[in-house]
T-cell receptor, first 114, second 115 residues
């Protein structure tokens, strides 16, 4: 158990809908990262928050947004969903920002868009 | 930009065989390098890491050495077990403040160890 909790584990929704994925980082971790894992794109970095502030942005679509709340949990909002958004979405957390800091991953939310 | 290339799988081995998974990278500056492992139905777990040239990371019998001259970080294990069956990801984290410390992953290598 990494200590990172993601809910829900599975989500099935229709095209055009909006969903919210939730992540609770390990106790004490200030950084939260979101990654998307799909068969064609592999593991892609989406966005990072550090102590409530956006820190870095990757290949995140404009239809997607995220935030980190004062209690440090984070939510990833996906809207106007398309079939191609079906993927495994991982959240990771780390205590700080250094490049050699280990990131701990949750078990992921599997999103299926039908 | 940063990128990681690792050998495609699947790699199928017999128990007690020697495992090598090649990984090369392209990065600005001096990245930290990682190997993560993903067991079926689970998230990624850090297997080992190296933060500077010539560092050797090791864990659970796995080893990898940070080779700056060849920009490589190959993963090796001398004697694999069935329980090592998983997908292995090579990754780097750029040591640039502007980039945060996001991980850039390779495509993953599926390893299947048969009894």
């Amino acid at each position: 158990d990494s200590g990172v909790t993601q809910t829900p584990k599975h989500l099935i929704t229709a095209t055009g809908q909006r969903v919210t994925l939730r992540c609770s980082p390990r106790s004490g971790d200030l950084s939260v990262y979101w990654y998307q894992q799909s068969l064609d794109q592999g593991l892609q970095f989406l966005i990072q928050y550090y102590n409530g502030e956006e820190r870095a942005k990757g290949n995140i679509l404009e239809r997607f947004s995220a935030q980190q709340f004062p209690d440090l949990h984070s939510e990833l909002n996906l809207s106007s969903l398309e079939l191609g958004d079906s993927a495994l979405y991982f959240c990771a957390s780390s205590v700080e920002q250094g490049s050699n800091t280990e990131a701990f991953f949750g078990q992921g939310t599997r999103l299926t868009v039908v | 930009g940063n990128s990681v290339t690792q050998m495609e799988g699947p790699v199928t081995l017999s128990e007690e065989a020697f495992l090598t998974i090649n990984c090369t990278y392209t990065a600005t500056g001096y990245p930290s390098l990682f190997w993560y492992v993903q067991y079926p139905g689970e998230g990624l777990q850090l297997l080992l890491k190296a933060t500077k040239a010539d560092d050797k990371g090791s864990n659970k019998g796995f080893e990898a050495t940070y080779r700056k001259e060849t920009t490589s970080f190959h993963l090796e294990k001398g004697s694999v077990q069935v329980s090592d069956s998983a997908v292995y990801f090579c990754a780097l984290s750029a040591n640039l403040k502007a980039a945060g410390n996001k991980l850039t992953f390779g495509g993953g290598t599926r390893v299947l160890v048969k009894p």
